[in-house]
């Protein structure tokens, strides 16, 4: 045998059947293919669900910027910034996908736009798609994959510029570029070779689909901290004005005139000045005046009040004091607020100078008065506006003392949290032990409300599928908490639709909460 010779017929037939095995073995497999095949067409469709969702959080973040424009404004541009980034980004990586279709079929680019990855002959190629993402560099990096990664590197350097350098590490941006990254023989590879070196076309595809989808998520994790952060560098009110509230709205010949001078809703923690009848600096949010009343007649004090933002400016508001001296008359001060709530009772103090309160009687103008022992309780039935009217018996008549206007409000509506949060990233243990929606008041109004959740959907991705699940009251049930025990860090839930009841017997809808189970 050692001396057999092969003819030239022979030797060909040898190097065919060689040829023949090697391409055998670089075969991709029926069920391997319809696998890419199926997750692709998962990935497209969660990707299309999860772009609907992202354009409703927007437009609930741009109808806040509506009503409230110079307190959102800031956080609203920086997130319309955040969009045009993640929409730049995925037009490319869908340009990408499209050129590398028409590519492989050899067909024009706006026919690969519209047709199917099933019907793609080469879905199961590799030649022209290794040719296009490496190019004819070593690693990669001089192909159309070296353009995406660097795409991809200035896209998280930009979108994560839109955050304070402090809170940077509480984004999850992923699209991870850095690896490392192995070869079938546990080699390491760059982010360009791994991903598209000898992939075929059917992979890439998918691929380019799980970057949108990445880059999607990207997306919402910064403009979700930047919805949180509205507030949160400014007076966690709508509007501030100098408030005074007089004991008394007459004084008698000599006595002292005395008043309440604050700031609206401000933080007691924090010092205010103000200059009126002299200089005088605050002391838990609240500086009393004390005037002499030497002689009868209309009196008027002016000067300002100036409070430190949280920004460290500095602002003033101009205060005018008009009072009278003269014979006994009324004062009427709501005890929390100069407003009235629907559906809750407002304590009210009614005074009036020289009159024994046994003797005064009132009547309101929406609603109901009623005496509580010193005090007077006032329900109101319809926003807008309410009149208090006073009247003292003196002697044998009935003498009108005057009347006060009060403004009327609906109860403004609760923050729903789980696991004492409202959004964010937070451990799955936790929100599975908490296992409810708790509705909270809002932290600078003064009155006890009990809000009941009544309905919300919890809603979820698994495996490229949207899951919405509806829930009653205001736990989690147990298919709810089974899917929160199976995800994996990173993965978000949203509760959305959420309903509470409030004392005034109205069911409204409050903020979604999106988590971040860790």
Not at 262 to 285: C, H, I, P, Y
């Amino acid at each position: 045998m050692a001396g057999y010779k092969e003819t030239p017929r022979q030797k060909m037939i040898g190097m065919m059947y060689l040829v023949l095995t090697a391409l055998l073995a670089l075969n991709v497999s029926v069920e391997i293919l319809n696998a890419f095949l199926v997750v692709n067409e998962s990935m497209e469709t969660t990707n299309k669900t999860f772009s609907s969702k992202i354009s409703d959080f927007y437009g609930r973040f741009e109808d806040a910027f509506k009503k409230e424009p110079e307190k959102v404004g800031p956080f609203w541009e920086k997130a319309v910034k955040a969009r045009k980034l993640s929409d730049d980004l995925k037009a490319y990586l869908n340009d990408t996908k499209f050129e590398s279709i028409a590519r492989s079929e050899k067909i024009p680019l706006d026919s690969a736009k519209v047709k199917p990855l099933y019907t793609i002959g080469t879905k199961d190629k590799y030649d022209e798609t290794t040719v296009y993402f490496i190019g004819n560099s070593v690693d990669g990096s001089k192909g159309k994959a070296g353009e995406m990664k660097n795409k991809i590197a200035k896209f998280k350097e930009d979108l994560l510029n839109l955050v304070e350098p402090g809170e940077r590490g509480n984004i999850k941006v992923g699209l991870d570029l850095v690896g490392p990254f192995y070869d079938a023989d546990h080699k390491t590879q760059n982010w360009e070779m791994h991903n598209f070196y000898h992939t075929i076309l059917a992979a890439d595809v998918t691929i380019l689909n799980k970057l949108v989808a990445e880059v999607q998520n990207a997306e919402l994790d910064v403009v979700t901290h930047l919805r949180s952060k509205i507030g949160a560098t400014d007076f966690k009110i709508d509007q501030m004005s100098a408030v005074v509230v007089p004991k008394s709205q007459y004084v008698f010949m000599g006595e002292n005139y005395e008043a309440e001078v604050f700031v609206t809703a401000m933080d007691t923690k924090q010092s205010f000045t103000a200059n009126l009848g002299g200089f005088r600096t605050s002391e838990n949010g609240l500086i009393k005046l004390s005037l002499p009343a030497t002689s009868t007649g209309p009196k008027t004090v002016t000067g300002n009040v100036n409070y430190k933002k949280p920004d460290g400016t500095v602002e003033s508001y101009p205060v005018t004091l008009d009072y009278i001296v003269a014979p006994p008359s009324l004062s009427v001060s709501a005890t929390k607020m100069n407003v009235f709530y629907i559906g809750v009772d407002n304590p009210v103090s009614i005074s009036s100078g020289g009159v024994s309160p046994d003797q005064i009687s009132a009547a309101i103008t929406n609603g109901t008065i009623v005496r509580s022992g010193s005090a007077w309780i006032v329900r109101p039935a319809t926003p807008g506006k309410a009149s208090i009217a006073v009247s003292a018996k003196l002697g044998d008549r009935l003498k009108s003392m005057g009347a006060i206007e009060f403004r009327v409000k609906n109860l403004p509506s609760p923050e729903a949290y789980i696991a004492n949060t409202n959004g964010g990233a937070v451990s799955k243990d936790l929100v599975l032990a908490s296992g409810a929606l708790i509705p909270r008041n809002p932290p600078d109004f003064d009155f006890d409300m009990n809000f009941t959740i009544t309905s919300f959907k919890f809603s979820g991705n698994r495996k490229g599928d949207i899951v919405d699940i509806p829930g009653n009251g205001n736990s989690l049930n147990s298919q709810m908490k089974d899917f929160i025990r199976a995800s994996r860090r990173g993965d978000k839930v949203l509760l959305e639709d959420i309903y509470a009841k409030g004392p005034d017997g109205k069911n409204r809808k409050l903020s979604s909460i999106i988590l971040t189970l860790q």
